[in-house]
């Protein structure tokens, strides 16, 4: 086998080990922490009734389903992976298709659970009948969760793609429709990333309930992440153009098999090791509770 062949190889059982065992098995982890230890009889308030939470059972229902979810996109990754080896199958670098729509199965549970968990919000805010509440008056900036040097990247990063996009299209992207929809699409993607962090910062509440405490971790995490998302995608768009320029047309699998490891990756762990669940303040979900933050 070539050193192509063994490095694609590597980096498939790499991805179904990181997005379909490993991250997945850590979510659970902390799921469960919270179902044993703040069961919905000690804390309502964290678990809408709307919702089907009418015993403890339903979350550990829930979150059964989410692991066989992921454990069947595992199955499905070792029968190609088997595949690939019983058959002497030779990756030829046309696997793109093969990456793009396996990750899309791998990504199909989380975002599942975050639908989920948006859900789970808004019904939290629909049986919120608390009428005394209170807010933290000072502002919030966005240099308060991240160093703007890491913005003014993101920022550059930004241009310097679209520049040389631009470039490789020799300027002339006027009577190109699919080139003006590449360019209108980074850049929706980036608004639209803008968009999430304007309504985590200033907009309502998705936990009524939440602590001010676990409030300003959450929009920390928020930030760090779409910032940290909008980087890797120019990054990724950069190295994808090169790769084109260059004739390198066989190496994209493996490169958007890398992409996708590391946008997992990172999102996952800025959300892990920002926000440990034993140090959220659940006493906010007990019953005897009255007030709830803005």
């Known amino acids: 086998m070539t050193f192509f062949e063994i490095t694609f190889l590597l980096l498939f059982l790499s991805q179904i080990f990181l997005i379909s065992y490993y991250y997945p098995n850590e979510f659970i982890k902390r799921v469960s922490y919270i179902?044993?230890?703040?069961?919905?009889?000690?804390?309502?308030?964290?678990?809408?009734?709307?919702?089907?939470?009418?015993?403890?059972?339903?979350?550990?229902?829930?979150?059964?389903?989410?692991?066989?979810?992921?454990?069947?996109?595992?199955?499905?990754?070792?029968?190609?992976?088997?595949?690939?080896?019983?058959?002497?199958?030779?990756?030829?670098?046309?696997?793109?298709m093969l990456i793009l729509f396996y990750f899309m199965l791998q990504v199909a549970p989380l975002m599942l659970a975050s639908k989920s968990t948006m859900k789970h919000y808004k019904l939290m805010r629909q049986a919120n009948e608390n009428s005394v509440r209170r807010a933290d008056l000072q502002p919030r900036r966005l240099s308060d969760f991240i160093s703007l040097k890491y913005l003014f990247l993101a920022v550059l990063l930004y241009a310097a793609q679209l520049v040389y996009y631009l470039y490789w299209k020799d300027f002339t992207v006027s009577d190109d429709p699919?080139?003006?929809?590449?360019?209108?699409?980074?850049?929706?993607?980036?608004?639209?990333?803008?968009?999430?962090?304007?309504?985590?910062?200033?907009?309502?509440?998705?936990?009524?309930?939440?602590?001010?405490?676990?409030?300003?971790?959450?929009?920390?995490?928020?930030?760090?992440?779409?910032?940290?998302?909008?980087?890797?995608?120019?990054?990724?768009?950069?190295?994808?153009?090169?790769?084109?320029?260059?004739?390198?047309?066989?190496?994209?699998?493996?490169?958007?098999?890398?992409?996708?490891q590391l946008i997992v990756s990172i999102g996952l762990n800025i959300e892990f090791n920002n926000y440990r669940v034993d140090d959220v303040d659940f006493e906010v979900y007990r019953a005897d509770n009255r007030v709830s933050p803005t």
């Open 35 to 96: 179902l044993d230890n703040y069961p919905p009889s000690e804390y309502p308030k964290f678990y809408p009734k709307a919702y089907g939470y009418d015993s403890d059972m339903a979350g550990k229902a829930r979150l059964n389903f989410y692991r066989k979810m992921n454990i069947f996109a595992a199955l499905v990754g070792f029968a190609i992976l088997s595949w690939m080896l019983i058959t002497g199958y030779r990756p030829d670098g046309s696997e793109e």
């Open 178 to 260: 699919e080139a003006i929809a590449t360019i209108a699409g980074i850049a929706a993607m980036n608004l639209i990333y803008i968009g999430v962090v304007i309504r985590i910062m200033y907009g309502k509440r998705l936990d009524p309930h939440q602590s001010e405490k676990d409030k300003l971790k959450t929009i920390g995490i928020v930030v760090k992440s779409t910032l940290a998302a909008s980087i890797g995608v120019s990054i990724f768009l950069i190295i994808n153009l090169y790769v084109q320029t260059h004739d390198l047309h066989h190496y994209q699998p493996i490169l958007m098999s890398i992409y996708f």
